[in-house]
């Protein structure tokens, strides 16, 4: 039963004064292909190391399977370790390093033989067992690394940033291949990733970190549509912010007033009058009207620029309030518009997200350093 | 004014003064670095007659005198292997304890590891003396076979940690860590991964080890006693004028290191660390704390008793007898004051030009081996220059006596400007062997920048390249002035009548007994000069 626990886990460093894992309480469940998805240096890798106890939390402790961790070396996690690097020890060949930890175990000659050649041959690479890490492509050996975590049988698989030093249609393949393994084998994976993309293409559930804590953990689809904050809002997927006050709260929802007198109806309530708000809405969601009439939540604007993305095109419109706001629309179906045009922006407010204005100014939460 | 120097920098950019300056750096080394260091060679097969009657086929003693050089020979190789052995085995718990362990005091530790390598070699041999054999120290031991293989452990046991630190350091930790999620123990885990990623290093580390104590001639000759080898043969050889045999011996013992140092390389590449079998039992109980802690603290008092404290025991020997100290140096009728100042003047003068002749056409080699276009040339040019190091210094200093002095070309006679060409031989690998290494860190790209913003090459040199590689350029000076400052072996053999601080300490302690605190006075002024100078290196390094 490797469910994995984290209570209270905190890990500082240089005596204190970086505090790469804040306090941070997490539940992965058994056979669950888990995500933590954060920017670079949120605290993500250093979290996966201590789940590996290649690092010893300050505080806290860790449950694997429910037995607690503290002081239990790597060597007796049972555990797979997959690399953002791959780590292949170099001077051993493929077969070399899938067998190494039956060996390292101790497990009698024939049991290695089969692990390693069902192990390279599950990745497809069985016929280039005796090659060494450096006779392979990128992909190839972090197919290997894979494999060489997946033969002791460890039934917690912890992958770190395993595609990103990958090229991107590479990557991209290998994402669905590893979910497809790590279910196929019923194990429990947690994945470490800074690439929103590639976490709600694989897991089951993301749990988003930022400066070493945990803000929200759910679904994709949760994460994507009821985001608990301005930062998740931001970094998953992607949103327009529009600070304002609330002017008025009723049963349908509240008002709320941005500069230049804009008013905008959503459907949250959680926010009492005269309360300062940032309105968090997805590029989406709006759509551009050419010959609208004034009406509530279409906000008149000019737009400014057009972007030409492939799938989708991409237009800036400055609103009349001097805020500049993002609408993406599909290509294929797109009305032809150009920089200049006046247009109306409608807002539905059902789909818009209602959060408190933030203390440290909205400009802070919205940094991914 | 400006537009000036600008002309002037554009005329010595001119191929022709650069070719000008490749071919000074090529001549320079030919005539005052290779040739002096092979002619042993050219002269014991010119003189091979001489070399039969003395050796082989003497109406008095027939070849006895073969029968002793093989015997100083295998005393040599003896000591070198037993103490490279030694030096692995307690220096390499210690380059894993300063390369993967954080603790308070890691800066202390690694700069007494480095402290040996600053001691010039005839002080440590006296330290040692005082320490193990005098009733100064233990009296423990008397001079002989194991005193020298203490004393060779004491000075090459930096080589050892230091390069294994390099390396250990240099292997990627996630390796290590990967190994542990695998289900690895940390000792199988060095076996398996992290020994055999530095073997190459571990082996170059010994080499130096080996070579090091086998050209050994000024720690030696303090502590020998009756014992005598391979570069003492040499030495007593050369006072008694025995020029044929002396050359011969020195060309077997060249030979039959270079041989050794060939059959290591290519049997080191062949076998390897095993890392095929696993013991997955005994493997996890030498893992285990308890192991690891005895293992620490074995080797840690093995260095600090057995090499630290021995090391620095001529110290707390002139304190402790300040008054013979005083009365031997300045009082006692010979006035052995005026000498060390005159043998302090001539060390550190034989130091500063050697350097200084080293730091300039050792530039202008390195620039040559890293920058032109002749590949494979520079690649031999790169490696011969190496040729010093693994000539034992007694032998290089007879070589060079033979070819200057008045058995060779008859130019230059024994005494202070012998010395500092043999001092210039054997340097020069260091000061060569750093600037190489720092022109190859430097991306050629900042010196292609300052070329497209106008800068004609040597100006580019100049300003760019210059400043980059200076700090290697002071450490590569210190490292060659040290070097000069505590050699014996090479300086004793071409000496005449000058005399350097080494040698003085080797003279007087050689007087049995006589002048025992005046060497230890002397050696103490040394070891802190040298020692200071280290440390002002590491410094320089470090910044």
Request: proline content about 4%; hydrophobic content about 50%.
């Given at each position: 039963m490797p469910d994995v626990r984290l209570v209270n886990v905190t890990k500082t460093f240089e005596g204190g004064r970086i505090v790469a894992v804040d306090h941070v309480n997490l539940y992965v469940r058994d056979k669950e292909y888990f995500c933590i998805l954060g920017p670079s240096g949120s605290g993500k890798t250093t979290l996966l190391r201590l789940i590996a106890g290649i690092l010893e939390p300050d505080e806290g402790e860790i449950y694997i399977g429910g037995k607690p961790m503290r002081g239990i070396p790597p060597e007796d996690r049972d555990i797979g370790y997959v690399f953002q690097t791959f780590a292949l020890f170099p001077h051993m060949t493929a077969w070399e390093n899938v067998t190494y930890g039956p060996r390292a175990r101790g497990w009698p000659e024939e049991e290695i033989e089969r692990v390693g050649r069902e192990m390279l041959e599950l990745v497809g690479l069985y016929e280039r067992a005796d090659a060494y890490p450096r006779e392979l492509s990128g992909g190839m050996m972090q197919r290997v690394g894979l494999a060489r975590a997946l033969a002791t049988g460890a039934s917690l698989l912890l992958l770190d940033e395993p595609l990103s030093s990958l090229d991107a249609k590479i990557a991209f393949e290998l994402r669905?291949?590893?979910?497809?393994?790590?279910?196929?084998?019923?194990?429990?994976?947690?994945?470490?990733?800074?690439?929103?993309?590639?976490?709600?293409?694989?897991?089951?559930?993301?749990?988003?970190?930022?400066?070493?804590?945990?803000?929200?953990?759910?679904?994709?689809?949760?994460?994507?549509?009821?985001?608990?904050?301005?930062?998740?809002?931001?970094?998953?997927?992607?949103?327009?912010?529009?600070?304002?006050?609330?002017?008025?709260?009723?049963?349908?929802?509240?008002?709320?007033?941005?500069?230049?007198?804009?008013?905008?109806?959503?459907?949250?309530?959680?926010?009492?009058?005269?309360?300062?708000?940032?309105?968090?809405?997805?590029?989406?969601?709006?759509?551009?009207?050419?010959?609208?009439?004034?009406?509530?939540?279409?906000?008149?604007?000019?737009?400014?620029?057009?972007?030409?993305?492939?799938v989708i095109t991409r237009y800036e419109v400055r609103l009349d309030n001097e805020d500049l706001i993002v609408i993406t629309a599909p290509s294929m179906t797109a009305k032809p518009l150009k920089p200049g045009d006046r247009v109306m922006v409608c807002i539905p407010s059902e789909k818009v997200f209602l959060f408190p204005y933030p203390e440290r100014g909205l400009k802070e939460e919205l940094a991914v350093e | 004014m400006k537009l000036d120097t600008r002309k002037i920098e554009k005329l010595l950019s001119r191929p022709t003064c650069r070719l000008a300056c490749d071919a000074a750096a090529l001549i320079f080394f030919i005539l005052v670095i290779l040739l002096p260091t092979v002619f042993l060679f050219a002269f014991v097969a010119l003189r091979w007659d001489e070399v039969v009657f003395f050796v082989f086929s003497n109406p008095v003693s027939g070849d006895i005198r073969w029968w002793r050089m093989l015997n100083a020979i295998a005393i040599s190789f003896e000591v070198a292997a037993i103490a490279t052995a030694i030096d692995l085995a307690v220096g390499l718990p210690i380059a894993l304890i300063l390369a993967r362990y954080e603790f308070r005091g890691k800066e202390i530790l690694d700069s007494l590891v480095d402290l040996p390598l600053g001691v010039p070699s005839a002080a440590l041999g006296l330290s040692l003396y005082l320490f193990w054999g005098t009733s100064d120290g233990l009296n423990l031991l008397t001079r002989g076979f194991w005193l020298i293989v203490l004393t060779h452990v004491t000075f090459t046991f930096p080589y050892i940690v230091r390069s294994s630190v390099g390396v250990i350091e240099g292997v990627d930790r996630t390796y290590e860590h990967a190994a542990r999620t695998l289900g690895a123990p940390s000792f199988t885990t060095f076996r398996t991964v992290t020994a055999p990623l530095s073997k190459a290093g571990l082996i170059a580390g010994s080499i130096l080890a080996f070579t090091r104590s086998l050209g050994e001639t000024g720690a030696t000759l303090v502590v020998a006693g009756l014992v005598e080898t391979a570069p003492l043969a040499?030495?007593?050889?050369?006072?008694?004028?025995?020029?044929?045999?002396?050359?011969?011996?020195?060309?077997?013992?060249?030979?039959?290191?270079?041989?050794?140092?060939?059959?290591?390389?290519?049997?080191?590449?062949?076998?390897?660390?095993?890392?095929?079998?696993?013991?997955?039992?005994?493997?996890?109980?030498?893992?285990?704390?308890?192991?690891?802690?005895?293992?620490?603290?074995?080797?840690?008092?093995?260095?600090?008793?057995?090499?630290?404290?021995?090391?620095?025991?001529?110290?707390?020997?002139?304190?402790?007898?300040?008054?013979?100290?005083?009365?031997?140096?300045?009082?006692?009728?010979?006035?052995?004051?005026?000498?060390?100042?005159?043998?302090?003047?001539?060390?550190?003068?034989?130091?500063?030009?050697?350097?200084?002749?080293?730091?300039?056409?050792?530039?202008?080699?390195?620039?040559?081996?890293?920058?032109?276009?002749?590949?494979?040339?520079?690649?031999?040019?790169?490696?011969?220059t190496d040729m010093p190091l693994v000539i034992p210094t007694a032998a290089l200093g007879f070589s060079v006596y033979l070819f200057w002095g008045p058995r060779g070309l008859g130019l230059v006679n024994t005494g202070f400007w012998l010395i500092v060409l043999t001092h210039v031989a054997f340097t020069y690998p260091y000061v060569v062997r750093t600037l190489v290494a720092a022109l190859k860190g430097l991306d050629p790209s900042l010196e292609h920048a300052a070329r497209t913003l106008g800068a004609p090459p040597f100006m580019a040199f100049r300003t760019v390249v210059l400043p980059l590689i200076s700090t290697s350029m002071l450490a590569a000076s210190i490292l060659a002035f040290t070097r000069s400052l505590s050699e014996t072996g090479a300086t004793i053999v071409v000496m005449g009548t000058a005399r350097t601080v080494p040698v003085l300490v080797v003279m007087w302690s050689e007087a049995v007994g006589y002048a025992r605190y005046a060497a230890a006075f002397a050696s103490v002024l040394l070891i802190l000069v040298c020692y200071g100078l280290l440390l002002a290196l590491r410094y320089v390094a470090k910044r």
């Open positions: 669905y291949e590893i979910r497809r393994l790590v279910k196929g084998l019923g194990r429990t994976a947690i994945h470490v990733t800074h690439n929103q993309a590639e976490a709600m293409a694989i897991a089951d559930r993301i749990a988003v970190m930022r400066r070493g804590r945990i803000l929200q953990v759910g679904t994709p689809q949760e994460l994507y549509m009821k985001p608990n904050c301005i930062f998740v809002a931001h970094f998953v997927g992607e949103s327009n912010f529009l600070e304002g006050f609330v002017e008025k709260v009723d049963e349908r929802g509240s008002l709320v007033r941005l500069r230049g007198d804009l008013i905008v109806r959503v459907e949250g309530k959680s926010l009492s009058v005269g309360e300062k708000a940032v309105l968090g809405i997805r590029p989406e969601v709006l759509s551009l009207e050419t010959n609208g009439t004034k009406r509530e939540n279409a906000l008149p604007g000019t737009i400014e620029r057009v972007m030409f993305e492939g | 040499v030495v007593s050889m050369h006072q008694r004028r025995l020029i044929g045999p002396a050359a011969f011996l020195s060309m077997l013992l060249v030979l039959l290191a270079l041989g050794l140092l060939a059959v290591i390389k290519v049997v080191s590449e062949k076998v390897g660390i095993p890392i095929k079998r696993v013991w997955p039992g005994l493997e996890r109980k030498l893992s285990g704390r308890k192991p690891r802690i005895a293992r620490d603290i074995a080797s840690l008092s093995f260095f600090g008793l057995m090499i630290l404290i021995p090391s620095c025991f001529s110290i707390s020997c002139t304190v402790n007898h300040w008054d013979s100290v005083f009365y031997e140096v300045f009082l006692a009728p010979d006035e052995k004051w005026k000498v060390l100042v005159d043998s302090l003047v001539t060390s550190f003068e034989v130091a500063a030009i050697a350097t200084a002749i080293n730091l300039i056409f050792g530039l202008a080699m390195a620039i040559v081996i890293v920058r032109r276009p002749w590949r494979r040339f520079c690649s031999v040019l790169d490696t011969i």
